[in-house]
């Protein structure tokens, strides 16, 4: 899992392993701007989503590039919650809401990284 390609091909396979089969998840040429490994976007109304890395992450050992793979792909799971809950802006009040909203992300994360452990146990043992 050396170049985009090969990340391709690996998350293509990922996706199957997961049973998201009717997504379509691309890998971006472009890195993640944020200040971490990846991210994903997925889309609101299509059944597609965006994976996008950062440079470091070409650096690092095959099975911590599993872990986040497998780590990034759980968001998918999670999208649909996510609007549900960006649904209730402006509804529930601009306090509740911000705090809502805050727990949620929290705790998406932390369900994220306990599940990409085990997971990434499942996916491909090989970027071939």
């Known amino acids: 899992m050396d170049t985009l390609d090969e990340l391709q091909n690996y ?3 990922s996706v ?14 472009h890195p993640t701007e944020e ?5 994903i976007e997925v889309s609101d109304n299509l059944w597609s989503a965006t994976l996008r890395v950062s440079s470091d992450f ?7 590039k ?10 998918v799971s999670y999208a649909g919650a ?5 649904s209730l802006d402006g509804v529930i009040g ?5 705090l809502l ?4 992300e929290i705790e998406v994360e932390r369900a994220a990284d306990h599940l990409s452990n085990v997971v990434a146990k499942l996916l491909p043992a090989s970027s071939t």
Request: proline letters at 2%; a negative charge.
């Open 11 to 13: 998350v293509n396979r």
């Open 16 to 29: 199957n392993v997961m049973g998201l089969t009717q997504w379509s998840v691309k890998v971006s040429k």
């Open 35 to 39: 200040d971490n490994w990846a991210d």
């Open 58 to 64: 070409w650096t690092l050992p095959f099975d911590e």
């Open 66 to 75: 599993r872990r986040i793979i497998a780590h990034e792909l759980l968001h």
């Open 82 to 86: 996510e609007r549900v809950i960006e």
């Open 94 to 98: 601009t306090e509740a809401y911000a």
């Open 101 to 104: 909203q805050n727990l949620y």
